[in-house]
């Protein structure tokens, strides 16, 4: 099984609805982040959470909110969903710095 | 401002050596790390440094100066496997918050 897992994989969604995507971690990671990916601009950071009371905005959490219901999931909506928020989204989490970042599949989200 | 810069592409040759750089200027510094992204994949995790000298994983090494604001990712012996983006990214702060470069796309030609 996966370590970090995404659902759903792709959407397809129109203006106006409310989206929400989840990740899901067996890692036994306090630290999790969402991140988006445009082309050409890397990844750039939505929210990222250290345990479930502790929720802190990234570089671009203007129209995102996220929930962290456990220690394992970090789910992110989008309240009002737009065409720019049109990205792959990335779920990660981490321990050590020296380990890394470790991502999930990433969900594909289209809105039209 | 805050920035990270790294060639947007690089072609090399099967089994060549190739080096990545990545500058960057941000308002925090505490270590550079680099991740490797096929099409269609996830960012895996490649190498940290924290401070400055070379840090070797088999086939791939990572730079980093800290008084340059400086750092490279060294490919060794390329193989076709190697064709991906990879990315610098700057743990910013005492958190392993990553601010990423826009990524260089490597490209292994037989």
């Known amino acids: 099984d996966a370590d970090v897992t995404q659902t759903p994989r792709n959407r397809i969604t129109k203006t106006g609805k409310r989206i929400m995507l989840e990740c899901s971690q067996t890692?036994?990671?306090?630290?999790m982040y969402w991140y988006r990916q445009d082309p050409g601009l890397g990844l750039r950071l939505i929210y990222y959470?250290?345990?479930?009371?502790?929720?802190n905005k990234g570089e671009i959490s203007d129209g995102y909110s996220v929930s962290r219901q456990a220690q394992a999931k970090f789910s992110l909506s989008l309240e009002s969903a737009i065409p720019n928020q049109t990205a792959l989204y990335f779920c990660?989490?981490?321990?050590?710095?020296?380990?890394?970042?470790?991502f999930g599949p990433g969900t594909r989200l289209t809105v039209l | 401002g805050q920035s990270l810069e790294q060639p947007s592409e690089v072609t090399a040759v099967e089994g060549a050596i190739v080096q990545i750089n990545c500058t960057y200027q941000?308002?925090?510094?505490?270590?550079l790390s680099w991740y490797q992204q096929h099409d269609g994949g996830a960012p895996t995790f490649l190498s940290y440094?924290?401070?400055?000298g070379l840090e070797e994983t088999g086939r791939f090494s990572s730079f980093l100066s800290r008084s340059d604001s400086y750092g490279y990712l060294l490919l060794q012996e390329l193989q076709m496997k190697d064709s991906a983006s990879y990315f610098c990214?700057?743990?910013?702060?005492?958190?392993?918050?990553?601010?990423f470069g826009t990524g260089t796309r490597l490209t292994v030609i037989p």
């Open positions: 990660a989490t981490s321990d050590s710095p020296r380990e890394g970042q470790f």
């Open positions: 890692k036994g990671h306090d630290r």
């Open positions: 959470s250290f345990d479930v009371k502790d929720i």
């Open positions: 941000t308002s925090g510094f505490y270590g």
């Open positions: 440094n924290a401070l400055d």
């Open positions: 990214a700057v743990r910013r702060d005492g958190a392993n918050n990553l601010f």
